[in-house]
């Protein structure tokens, strides 16, 4: 585990307007805070009156971070700047879901979004999660 995150932090660094550069399906440490946000789902993804809701779970994150593609992956591909929200990926639901509206650090790794579900640009697949103050 100690190598995981160290093998995180080691993937991070800091740019000149101050923001974390991240990069995809390496482990990354995040602190932010759990929430949940609507979403529009099939089959328009849109305000239409026919679209259902989507009601997932995100990770607003404490400081906005770049996410830095890989030009040769045909997944993550795309850089984006900026990112301050990222949905917790479906299989990281439980976890999130004791913490929701708390504070907390989590261990996780990084995907684009690639299908209709997936509403945020940047998706994070949590590992681990604690609460930000706790040891």
Known sequence: MISRLFLGACLVCMVGDGQE???YSVP???A???ETRLFYGPPNYEND???KEDLVYVLVLKNPVKVEGDAKSELNKDSFADV???QVDVRG???AKTF??????VTGVLSEAMIGHEH???IVRIDSIRLLNSR
């Open 84 to 86: 301050s929200v990222m």
């Open 100 to 105: 929701l509206k708390k504070n907390v650090v």
């Open 49 to 51: 009156g026919i679209s």
């Open 93 to 95: 639901w439980p976890k």
């Open 21 to 23: 550069t991240l990069t």
């Open 32 to 34: 932010g805070k759990i």
């Open 28 to 30: 990354v440490v995040l």
């Open 120 to 122: 945020t640009k940047v």
